[in-house]
């Protein structure tokens, strides 16, 4: 069955440390993937979106990527602050466009 | 505000009882989903719209749960004789792909619905 594991559940890092998030999948072929950030009582917010024929994405101090081979996405938070702690979600895209998110890494970034 | 709304926010409910939430997706979008989301998950696709067609539901959807985009603007979403096990967060979001691979969704706050 497909499935899209991210690991860990919770991650703890301290302030300033890069803070690397982990998204798996199996029994998928996503032609794109993308990473949200998710506040408690709050819907998701998009960040970033990386297709399967790139292996790289930045942003400000994020970065993405994606090894299709490994089935594989990575986010990477750099200079952590404690107002990144959030919960981050990474969500598969198909052909036709639809999507299907993973249950989440909720990050703690303490002072 | 031209982001996505949700109506109500919150709604407790009895058991057996119908709910019907709302959604008005960003104006321009042509593409609206709903979502669930419980404790500690990810959001889970209920069903989506281009337009006012429903193009995908999910099995998750049972004969209980009725979604409508009557004008392809605003959406509905109704439950009935609803369940202890409906009680979640209901999200609602919309996009316009440009083409392949451009389907970035902006969500809404949600409907967090306790069915006691």
């Known amino acids: 069955s497909q499935k899209i594991e991210q690991n860990s559940e919770a991650l703890n890092i301290q302030e300033g440390k890069t803070a690397t998030l982990t998204c798996n999948y199996t029994?998928?072929?996503?032609?794109?993937l993308q990473w949200y950030r998710q506040d408690p009582g709050r819907g998701p917010v998009f960040l970033l979106l990386?297709?399967?024929?790139?292996k790289e994405k930045r942003k400000e101090r994020l970065k993405v990527t994606f090894d299709t081979t490994l089935k594989q996405s990575l986010f990477h938070i750099t200079a952590s602050q404690p107002a990144d702690s959030a919960t981050y979600l990474c969500a598969l895209g198909t052909n036709n466009n639809d999507m299907r998110f993973g249950a989440g890494t909720r990050l703690t970034v303490k002072p | 505000d031209t982001g996505v709304s949700q109506d109500p926010r919150h709604k407790i409910t009895k058991r057996g009882q119908n709910v019907t939430f709302r959604c008005d997706p960003i104006s321009e979008h042509n593409r609206l989903y709903w979502y669930r989301q419980t404790l500690g998950q990810g959001p889970e696709f209920l069903t989506y719209?281009?337009?006012?067609?429903?193009?995908?539901k999910s099995r998750l959807l049972s004969d209980r749960f009725s979604a409508e985009r009557p004008k392809g603007s605003f959406s509905t979403l109704e439950i009935q004789r609803t369940e202890q096990g409906d009680s979640a967060m209901y999200l609602c979001a919309s996009s316009s792909p440009a083409g392949f691979g451009t389907d970035t969704q902006y969500f809404g706050p949600g409907t967090r619905l306790t069915v006691l």
């Open positions: 029994n998928y072929s996503p032609a794109y």
């Open positions: 719209f281009q337009n006012e067609a429903q193009l995908e």
């Open positions: 990386i297709r399967e024929n790139e």
